[in-house]
């Protein structure tokens, strides 16, 4: 897999099943670019466990709204639909690779 765009409009049906990590940011956040190269390796790493989806929160204030996105990056873990963790800002591929592993 790769890491896949998302919009307001297929959030909820991009989350909706399995396990997922949302990275909530934007192109000229720092921390944001930093974030990038670790999530396609753990995307790579993950395969067919973990599915990774990125918003840009500029283009897509609604999803950032509903979620109570303050800071970003803002990282959101979902399994099957539901939230179930939350990380803000820069995390270490081990520390994203650890919490998936706890929702599977």
């Not at 949302?22 to 190269?37: F, Q, R, V």
């Not at 067919?48 to 990056?73: F, H, R």
Request: one cysteine or more; charged letters at 25%; aromatic letters at 6%.
């Amino acid at each position: 897999m790769a890491v896949t765009n998302v919009t307001d409009a297929n959030f909820a049906n991009e989350t909706k099943e399995g396990l997922v990590l949302a990275d909530l940011g934007a192109p000229w956040c720092g921390p944001c670019k930093m974030i990038a190269p670790v999530l396609e390796e753990l995307d790579a790493e993950m395969g067919e466990q973990a599915k990774i989806v990125k918003l840009d929160v500029d283009q897509n204030p609604e999803t950032a709204q509903e979620y109570g996105v303050m800071s970003i990056p803002t990282l959101l873990f979902f399994k099957d639909g539901g939230l179930v963790d939350k990380k803000v800002g820069f995390k270490s591929r081990e520390e994203l690779a650890e919490t998936l592993n706890q929702h599977q």
